[in-house]
């Protein structure tokens, strides 16, 4: 389940997000409708907890996310309108913050990172790595 409560997102003196409530049960279909600017995208970044409320309250499956960012973050699943992967960043180093910021340490971060390195084809490109614990571990 997703819970806000007025929650209001600012910046500096443009308000993104002025006192927005709504509930979203386990089954549930909702969506989130509105013209650009309307902020559709800072509401879900404050859910997701990539962005801090200003003020108000979100919890998802009754985790607030910004008091328990981590589990918040492990029970919900986000799809971004763009392609999330940034360009200065190699695959291991794009894996690996994606992948911490969803918790993961080594050496399951390493496991997981193999794994879809292996399912998008990109393992053999990591010859030159021992194993691919030793390359996270070389970005830490």
């Known amino acids: 389940m997703i819970e806000v409560e007025q929650l209001r997102k600012t910046y500096g003196e443009l308000t993104a997000v002025d006192g927005v409530s709504f509930t979203a049960r386990p089954g549930e279909i909702f969506g989130l409708l509105g013209p650009n600017g309307a902020g559709k995208t800072t509401t879900i970044g404050c859910i997701s907890g990539l962005l801090e409320p200003t003020s108000g309250r979100v919890r998802v499956m009754g985790h607030d996310v910004v008091r328990e960012g981590m589990a918040a973050r492990q029970a919900l699943g986000v799809v971004?309108?763009?392609?999330?992967?940034?360009?200065?960043?190699?695959?291991?180093?794009?894996?690996?913050?994606?992948?911490?910021?969803?918790?993961?340490?080594?050496?399951?971060?390493?496991?997981?990172i193999q794994k879809v390195l292996e399912l998008t084809g990109l393992a053999p490109r990591l010859e030159f790595y021992e194993d691919v614990n030793a390359a996270v571990r070389s970005f830490l």
């Open 80 to 112: 971004p309108q763009e392609i999330a992967l940034y360009d200065e960043l190699s695959a291991i180093e794009n894996l690996k913050y994606w992948g911490g910021a969803q918790g993961l340490r080594n050496p399951l971060l390493g496991e997981r």
